[in-house]
């Protein structure tokens, strides 16, 4: 039995915070707003694995109004919406992720990110699939005022 969730993230881009994508930190001159580290990447899948199985979204599980989620590490609670898959009885199949922002370029930093992320869903990493576009500066991603990530996530029944 195989189900599939879809989750979507954005966050602004400004000065003074570093830009962490993927669960790497990413060099640029502005970095994404947020309660947490705001890795709007590992958002988006954190929100598609929890999609799948109809357990809420990142939000309701890490709200920003718990100071514990104050500046987390981002790659925490994916390990957690992971963890509660598994107390589920399922386990992550695959991810396949798409980052849209103009800049900087993200392809050099993707096999570093499926690095991070594959042990973190308990997949190989020929299972952790990330893409990047940018908007063709167009919109609030064009103008380089925030980030989006977008995911979808294929979980399976472990026994
Ligand atoms: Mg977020």
Redesign the pocket.
Known sequence: MVRVGFGY???RLVEGRELWLGGVLIPHTVG?L???D???LL??VCDALLGAVALGD??FHFPDTDARWKGAD?KVLLKAVVGLLHERGWQVGNVDATLVLERPKIMPHVPAMRAVMAPLLGVAEDAVSIKATTNEKVGFVGREEGVCAYAVALVQRTA
């Open positions: 993230d954005v966050h994404a947020g309660h947490s705001a890795d709007v958002h988006a990142i939000g981002s």
